[in-house]
C-alpha cells in the first residue's frame, strides 16, 4: 500500500488511534460487536448475485489489521461482453442503505455495454460496519471511512479514470476518496448530500432528534426506527420488496452498529472529531477541476435545497438536474443511472475537458460591456432610465388607485435610491430576488433597481396557484423576497426562504409577524443617504451576466426556472420594438406584464390599467380606454382572459370612451392562444389598430406573430376537407378534380401562428413512426415535426435543470442557441407556421403519427360541438384514435356519443376513430382556461375504454 | 400446393378452404360432415380416431399434402372437460403426427388469443405466449396446450405458425352473429357495464385471407404465433348496436354491471356443469370478462411478417352483414 497523500497524513496521525474517542456521541452507542463480511442473502429485489464479491484488505497504517468488504461489481460481466471499459463509477452509499442503492446504475451501465454504448464498470462498495461488509467492532469516524476507502480501491488495484458518486453520508466519503486522488479522478457525481454544516446554523431536524441525548442508540440500533424513518422517504413509496431489499442486512440490533456509528460521526459541533476531517474535504473539492454532476431530490427533510447551493457555490461549474417531485432517495425516485450515463457521454467520454471551466461569466470590464452591447445592437435595460434622467416627460402612470404619474426623473431617481438601498443592505451582484409585487410603478422601479446593480429578479406568476408558486420559489432560492402584504404574507406561511422587503408600510407588529426586515421607504432612504455621501452604484453588470429567471406556467408540467442574461432580455425588448414599433415616445397600455415591464427599456412611457392582476378578467373596456387616454396611447397589450371582459364588457364605453380606443395603432393579445372570434371583436373597438396575436413561450418570447387579417387569410388558404370520392359505377374510383381532393399544402391542419419575428429562426425537427422528433432541423414546407426556435431572446438555460436544458437544445447547430418548443407543428410554402398540438400529445398508431389539433379543428366545425379534444389510448406505435367532446347543448353525464354524431365525427376525422365519448367538460390548464389537458383525458379515456369505473375526466 | 383443411365445415374452416381453393391450390378438407365447398374434395372422419387405426381417414386426407392447416377444434363455452382435452390436444397431437409422417412441410395451427389470456384488459399487446396455467376454461386452457404441441413440433422441415384470429364474424355465422341477433329479437341482450369496452373483432373474409397468408409466409416466420384481428377496435355496444342494426333488430338497451355477470357467469356454469343444458349456457364467467374488459391487439407484427392487410373494413362488415339479412331475414 505505498500511495499515500501527504494532505492526509498529518490527521491521520499515529497518535491518533481511531478507537480512541472522545466527546463524539459515538460513546453513548452499545458496545458493537464483530462479524465478519458475508454475500448477501439471496432473492433481494433487483440485485443480481453475480455482481457481488468479498474482498480481504489490510488497513495501510498497519497490515496486520485486515477487514472484510462486500461489494458490487460488474466487471466480470463487462469482462464476459468482451467489452472494455472506458472508467469506474465508484459508488459509496449513505446511511442507512447499502450498495443496493446502486443496483439500478449496475444494471443499467451493463444494459448500456451490452447495446454497443461506452461501458462503464461500476462498483459500488458497502461501507465497513454497513451492508454485508465486515462489523469491526469500532467506531469509525469519517477520516477513517475515507482511508478504508482508499484502502480498498489500492488492494483493488483501481485505475483511472475513475468517477465518484455518493449519496447522503456517502457524498462526503466519496469526495474524501476525490479530493485524495486526483490522478484517478476524472469526475465526480452526487446525489442529495452535504460537505458544510455552517457554524450556529442548526442541523435538519429529523437528525437532531435522532442524536437526541437517550435517543440515539434506541433509535439507530436496538430498533430499526431510522432505517424504517429514511426508506419511508422515498416517492412514490418502495415495494415491499424493496423494502426488503433495503432491510436485509439490518435484520438485528448487532447489525445495525454502524447505522448508529454514522449518525453520532455527523460533526453537530465545532469540536467534533470529524470536524477536521469534514472541513478539509469541503475546502478540497473547491480546487476539483473534474466535470461534476449534482442530482438532487427537492423532497429531503435532511438534504434541503440550502446544501445544493453550498456545493453548487464550491462546484461552480457543476451540472445540476433537481427532480421535481423526487426526495431524499432520489435513487429510488427517479432515473438517476440514466442521467447519469447521460451526462458521462457528454462530460467524459465526448469532452473530457470541455466543463472544467466555469460556466458562470466573469467579471467584465464595464469598456468591454459596451462593445458587447453594441455588438448586439441592443442598450442595457436602464439605458432610458439614464438618457432620460433629466426628463419632465411622463415614463409611467399608475391608474390604481388614483391615476398617478411619474416622470422619467422622478423613475430614474427612485431607480437609483432603491438600487443604492439595495447595495446598503447587502444586496450583491448574482444574489436572486423574488417578486411578489403587482404591476405598478413600484414593481417597475424595484425591478429596474435589481437588474441595475446585478440582481437575478425572480418572477413567478400568482396563476400557477400557491403549491406551484412554493415549489417555483423554494426552487429559485431567493435570497431576498420584495413583496405586497398577499405575497409576503404567503411567503412568511409558507416558509419562501429569502430576506423579506415590503413595499408598503406596516405597523411594527405586523412587520414582525411576517418577518419584513425593510421597507420600499425606508430603502429609498437608505439609498439617497447613500447616493448623498458620494456611495455610487457597483460597476454595471454585463450582457452575459443573468438577469432574470422566469417560471414557466406549469400547464405543461411543474413550473420550470427559465434564465435570461441581460443581453437576452435586451433582445427580448429590440423584438418587441421591431417588430411593434413599441420605442421612445411610444404610449403604452401595459395588460400584460413581462411585455409591458420592458417599456422603460424601450424608452416607451406605459399605464397600468385598473384591474385586478391576479383576475384578469376584471379589466374593463371602460379601464382600457381610461388608460389609453391617460397616456395618449398608441400600443394596448392584453392577456386573452382580460380580453374576454373587455369584449363583454364594451356596451359601457361612452363617445370619449370610443374617441381615445381610435387612436390605437396596435393591439396585442398574448400569453395563449385567442380565437379569430374574439380577436376580431377586439378589434372592432379600435378601429384604427392592427391586431396582433404573438407566438411563444417563457421560453421563448415573441416568436412568430400573426394579424388578425393574417388568421383570416391562412383559414382561407386551407381547402374544405373532403371526402373520399365515391366509388363510380365502374368500381374505380374516380380521380378527384384537384382543386377539392387534392390533400392540401395544410392537410396535417393545426393553427396558424403566422411568420416568424424579425430576429427569430424557426425550423422543425421531423417526427418519425414513433413520434419522436429525430429529424435534422428544416425549413422545408409540409414536415411535421417539433418546432425548434433560434433567436438573441430566446432563454439563456433553465435553471438546475440540467436532463431539460440539454434536452432542449438536443440537435442544435453547434455555436447557434436554438430552443425545442415540445410543441408540434409544420411550416407552410408561404413560411408561416402551424401549430398541430404539443409533442406528448401525438398520436402514434400502427399507421403512423397523427397530431392533435387538426382533427379537432374539423371536429369541432361540427354543429353539435362546442370543442373536442383528439388523444390516444393504448401503447405509443399502435394507439387508438379518441375523440372527446364538450356538445352543444352540454352533457349532463359522460356518455358515448350517439351513433349519429359518433359517425359524423369519424368521417370528419378521416383516419379510424376507435371511439367518440362524450363529457360535461374537458379539463383545462389552470391558468388560461384553455389548454385542454389531453394528458388527463387520454389516462382516462384509457381507463374507460378498459372496462374500467365509468368516472368524468 | 396441395393443402388438406381440417375442420373446413365451420364457419371459418369453409371460408379458408374456399379462399385457398379460389388462390388456385388443390384444396382436400377433412371434417365429420361436408364441408359444402365448392371444388374441394372432402374426406370424412375425425381427429380423435387414433392414427394407428387401420384405414384411418386422416392418414388417408393427408396422404400427398404439401402443408396442412387445422382448425378443427372443439369451440364452445362449456362442455364436457374431457372432450375439449380429446379434441383440442389430442386431435392436434394425432393431425401434427400425421402431417409429419406423410411428409406436409407446411403447418398452420389455427388457434385463439384466450389461449394467452387471463381475465384482464388487453390493450394493444402483441401475441404473447400461450399459458394454459392461466388460461380461462376448458377451451382455452385445451387450445393453449395445443397451439404449444404445434409450435413444440416445428422443424427445418416442417414449418409450424400459428395464428389466432379474434372474433370472428360475418354473414352465415351461427356461433356468434346468430346468437347475439336472436337474444336482441327475444329482448335478451344486455350491455356489460357501459359497454365502453374496446374490443377488435375480425370480419370472416379478412380471417380467411390472413390465414392463407400464413399459409404463404409459413418457411419464412414459422415457428411464431400471431394475433388476427380487423386492427379496428370499437367500444362492445357499438359492435352489437352495428350487428343489429345489420340485422335490424332493436340494440341492446339494458345494462348488467359487469360484476354481477361475471358472478352470474360463474353460478350459470356451475349449474350447466351439473346438469348440462341443451344450449350454450346463457352467461359464463369467461364469456362475461370477455364481454366487459377491452381487447384489442398491436397488429404490426403480425402485418409486417404475413404481408396481409385486413380487405374488408368495420363498416363495410357491417354493410355485408346488413345484405346477406336482406336476402336471408
Known amino acids: ?953 | 400446393m396441395r393443402v388438406l383443411v381440417t375442420g373446413a365445415s365451420g364457419f371459418l374452416g369453409r371460408a379458408v378452404a374456399a379462399r385457398i381453393s379460389a388462390a388456385g391450390h388443390e384444396v382436400r378438407t377433412f371434417q365429420r360432415r361436408p364441408s359444402g365447398v365448392a371444388g374441394v374434395e372432402d374426406v370424412h372422419g375425425s381427429i380423435t380416431t387414433p392414427a394407428d387405426t387401420p384405414y384411418a381417414g386422416l392418414a388417408y386426407a393427408v396422404s400427398g399434402m404439401h402443408a396442412v392447416v387445422h382448425l378443427a377444434a372443439k369451440v364452445s363455452l362449456t362442455g364436457d372437460p374431457a372432450a375439449f382435452e380429446a379434441v383440442n390436444v389430442g386431435g392436434t397431437r394425432t393431425v401434427l403426427q400425421a402431417a409429419a409422417d406423410a411428409g406436409v412441410s407446411r403447418f398452420v395451427h389455427v388457434s385463439s388469443p384466450s389461449v394467452a389470456h387471463a381475465g384482464s384488459s388487453i390493450m394493444g399487446s402483441d401475441a404473447l405466449p400461450a399459458a394454459p396455467e392461466q388460461a380461462r376454461g376448458d377451451y382455452a386452457r385445451t387450445k393453449a396446450r395445443a397451439e404449444l404441441l404445434a409450435l413444440a413440433a416445428d422443424a427445418p422441415a416442417f414449418s409450424v405458425v400459428a395464428v389466432r384470429p379474434h372474433l370472428v364474424w360475418g354473414p352465415g355465422d351461427t356461433q356468434l352473429i346468430d346468437r347475439i341477433v336472436d337474444r336482441a329479437r327475444r329482448g335478451r341482450l344486455p350491455l356489460l357495464g357501459r359497454g365502453a369496452a374496446l374490443i377488435d373483432t375480425t370480419y370472416i373474409d379478412n380471417a380467411a385471407s390472413a390465414i392463407h397468408a400464413a399459409l404463404d409466409a409459413a418457411e419464412r416466420v414459422h415457428g411464431q404465433s400471431y394475433v388476427i384481428t380487423n386492427g379496428e377496435p370499437r367500444p362492445i355496444a357499438e359492435l352489437l348496436a352495428g350487428i343489429c342494426g345489420a340485422a335490424n333488430v332493436a340494440a341492446p338497451a339494458w345494462r348488467v354491471p359487469a360484476s354481477a355477470a361475471r358472478a352470474a357467469g360463474s353460478l350459470i356454469e356451475a349449474i350447466w356443469r351439473a346438469r348440462p343444458g341443451t344450449d350454450e349456457p346463457p352467461m359464463t364467467r369467461f364469456l362475461a370478462e370477455q364481454l366487459s374488459t377491452a381487447h384489442w391487439f398491436d397488429q404490426r407484427r403480425t402485418r409486417a411478417d404475413l404481408a396481409w392487410t385486413p380487405e374488408v373494413s368495420l363498416d363495410e362488415g357491417f354493410a355485408r352483414l346488413a345484405a346477406h339479412y336482406r336476402q336471408t331475414p
Open chain 1, 1 to 953: 500500500m505505498g500511495r499515500c497523500q501527504g494532505g492526509r497524513k498529518w490527521f491521520l496521525g499515529p497518535k491518533r488511534s481511531v478507537t480512541e474517542i472522545r466527546a463524539t456521541p459515538a460513546s453513548r452507542l452499545p458496545r458493537a460487536v464483530p462479524a465478519a463480511a458475508t454475500l448477501p442473502s439471496s432473492g433481494l429485489a433487483g440485485l443480481n448475485p453475480e455482481w457481488s464479491s468479498l474482498a480481504e484488505v489490510a488497513e495501510s497504517e498497519d497490515a496486520a489489521v485486515t477487514h472484510g468488504w462486500h461489494l458490487l461489481d460488474n466487471g466480470p460481466e463487462l469482462d464476459a461482453l468482451g467489452v472494455i471499459p472506458v472508467g469506474t463509477i465508484l459508488c459509496v452509499h449513505g446511511n442507512p442503505t447499502w450498495s443496493y442503492l446502486w443496483r439500478g446504475l449496475l444494471a443499467s451501465a451493463t444494459e448500456a455495454a451490452t447495446s454497443g454504448a461506452p461501458a462503464w464498470r461500476v462498483i459500488a462498495v458497502d461501507q465497513l460496519d454497513m451492508g454485508f461488509s465486515e462489523r469491526t467492532g469500532t467506531f469509525r469516524p469519517l477520516a477513517r471511512r475515507v482511508q478504508d476507502l482508499g484502502d480498498l480501491t489500492d488492494a483493488l488495484g483501481l485505475a483511472g479514470p475513475v468517477i465518484t458518486l455518493g449519496h447522503d453520508w456517502g457524498g462526503v466519503v466519496s469526495l474524501g476518496w476525490a479530493v485524495d486522488h486526483p490522478e484517478l479522478l476524472a469526475g465526480v457525481m452526487l446525489l442529495n448530500t452535504a460537505v458544510h454544516q455552517p457554524a450556529g446554523d442548526p442541523i435538519p431536524a429529523p437528525l437532531r432528534l435522532a442524536l437526541g441525548r437517550g435517543i440515539l442508540g434506541p433509535a439507530t440500533v436496538a430498533t430499526p426506527a431510522f432505517l424504517a424513518t429514511t426508506l419511508a422517504l422515498a416517492h412514490p413509496p418502495l415495494s415491499q420488496e424493496v423494502k426488503r431489499g433495503y432491510q436485509a442486512p439490518y435484520l438485528t440490533s448487532a447489525r445495525r452498529s454502524g447505522i448508529g456509528g454514522f449518525v453520532a460521526d455527523i460533526p453537530v459541533a465545532l469540536e467534533h472529531e470529524s470536524r477536521p476531517e469534514l472541513d478539509r474535504i469541503a475546502e478540497s473539492v473547491r480546487k476539483l477541476a473534474v466535470p461534476t454532476l449534482l442530482l438532487w431530490g427537492p423532497r429531503d427533510p435532511i438534504f434541503s435545497d440550502r446544501y445544493l447551493d453550498d456545493l453548487v457555490e464550491r462546484m461552480p461549474h457543476a451540472r445540476v438536474h433537481r427532480f421535481e417531485g423526487a426526495g431524499h432517495l432520489l435513487a429510488e425516485d427517479a432515473d438517476y443511472a440514466a442521467a447519469a450515463l447521460l451526462w458521462l457521454g457528454d462530460a467524459v467520454v465526448s469532452s473530457p475537458r470541455d466543463v472544467t471551466a466555469p460556466v458562470e461569466p466573469s467579471e467584465t470590464a464595464v469598456s468591454g460591456n459596451r462593445a458587447a452591447w453594441e455588438a448586439a445592437g441592443t442598450h442595457p435595460l436602464w439605458h432610458y432610465l439614464d438618457e432620460l434622467q433629466d426628463s419632465d416627460d411622463t415614463a409611467l402612470v399608475d391608474m390604481l388607485p388614483a391615476p398617478r404619474t411619474v416622470s422619467w426623473r422622478l423613475l430614474s431617481q427612485r431607480v437609483r435610491q432603491i438600487a443604492a438601498g439595495l447595495v446598503h443592505i447587502g444586496v450583491k451582484p448574482g444574489d436572486r430576488v423574488s417578486l411578489l409585487v403587482p404591476p405598478s410603478a413600484d414593481l417597475t422601479a424595484v425591478l429596474y433597481a435589481c437588474v441595475r446593480i446585478g440582481a437575478i429578479v425572480v418572477v413567478a406568476d400568482a396563476g400557477l396557484g400557491l403549491s406551484g408558486l412554493t415549489r417555483a420559489v423554494r426552487g429559485a432560492r431567493p435570497d431576498f423576497v420584495i413583496g405586497a402584504a398577499p405575497g409576503l404574507l404567503a411567503a412568511r406561511a409558507l416558509g419562501w426562504p429569502g430576506r423579506k422587503i415590503s413595499v408598503a408600510g406596516f405597523v411594527a407588529p405586523m412587520a414582525r409577524l411576517i418577518g419584513v426586515e425593510h421597507t420600499l421607504a425606508e430603502l429609498i432612504s437608505l439609498g439617497q443617504a447613500r447616493l448623498s455621501a458620494g456611495d455610487g452604484l457597483p460597476p454595471e453588470p454585463a450582457p452575459t451576466d443573468a438577469a432574470a429567471v422566469l417560471f414557466t406556467s406549469g400547464s405543461t408540467g411543474p413550473a420550470k426556472g427559465v434564465v435570461y442574461t441581460h443581453g437576452q432580455l435586451s433582445a427580448v425588448s429590440r423584438a418587441l420594438y421591431l417588430q411593434y414599433g413599441v420605442g421612445v415616445g411610444t404610449g403604452l397600455v401595459a395588460g400584460f406584464a413581462p411585455f409591458a415591464l420592458l417599456g422603460p427599456a424601450l424608452g416607451a412611457r406605459s399605464v397600468t390599467p385598473d384591474m385586478d392582476v391576479t383576475a384578469p378578467k376584471t379589466l374593463t373596456a371602460s379601464a382600457v380606454a381610461a388608460a389609453v387616454a391617460a397616456i395618449d396611447a398608441t400600443v394596448v397589450f392584453l392577456s386573452p382572459a382580460a380580453l374576454v371582459n373587455v369584449v363583454a364588457t364594451a356596451s359601457a364605453l361612452t363617445p370619449v370612451d370610443h374617441a381615445a380606443l381610435a387612436g390605437v395603432q396596435r393591439f396585442l393579445s398574448a400569453g395563449a392562444p385567442i380565437s379569430e372570434s374574439l380577436l376580431a371583436q377586439a378589434a372592432a373597438l379600435m378601429p384604427e389598430a392592427t391586431a396582433h396575436t404573438p407566438y411563444g413561450m417563457t421560453e421563448g418570447l415573441l416568436m412568430a406573430d400573426i394579424t388578425l387579417e393574417g388568421i383570416r387569410a391562412a383559414a382561407a388558404s386551407v381547402a374544405p376537407l373532403t371526402t373520399v370520392p365515391a366509388v363510380a359505377h365502374d368500381g374505380e374510383s374516380v380521380p378527384a378534380p384537384p382543386d377539392t381532393a387534392t390533400p392540401t399544402a395544410n392537410a396535417a391542419g393545426g393553427v396558424c401562428v403566422g411568420r416568424s419575428t424579425a430576429t427569430t429562426r424557426i425550423r422543425i425537427s421531423a417526427l418519425d413512426a414513433s413520434g419522436a422528433s429525430v429529424g435534422e432541423l428544416t425549413e422545408e414546407a409540409d414536415v411535421t415535426g417539433e418546432i425548434v426556435v433560434s433567436a438573441p431572446h430566446v432563454k439563456d438555460r433553465y435553471d438546475r435543470l440540467w436532463l431539460t436544458e440539454r434536452a432542449s437544445r438536443r440537435g442544435a447547430v453547434a455555436g447557434e442557441r436554438w430552443h425545442r418548443t415540445g410543441d408540434v407543428g409544420h411550416l407552410d410554402s408561404a413560411g408561416r407556421l402551424w401549430v398541430e398540438g404539443r409533442m406528448p400529445h401525438v398520436i402514434v398508431t400502427a399507421d403512423g403519427v397523427v397530431t392533435p389539433v387538426g382533427p379537432e379543428q374539423r371536429i369541432e366545425t361540427l354543429p353539435d360541438v362546442f370543442r373536442a379534444a383528439f388523444v390516444g389510448v393504448g401503447p405509443l406505435g399502435t394507439q387508438q384514435q379518441v375523440a372527446v367532446l364538450e356538445t352543444v347543448p352540454r352533457a349532463r353525464r359522460v356518455h358515448r356519443a350517439p351513433e349519429e354524431l359518433a359517425a359524423a365525427v369519424r368521417s370528419m376525422v378521416g383516419t379510424p376513430v376507435a371511439a367518440v365519448l362524450v363529457v360535461p367538460g374537458l379539463p383545462t390548464d389552470i391558468r388560461h382556461n384553455s389548454k385542454i389537458d389531453r394528458g388527463r383525458l387520454s389516462r382516462w379515456a384509457t381507463g374507460i375504454l378498459s372496462g374500467g369505473r365509468w368516472t368524468k375526466p
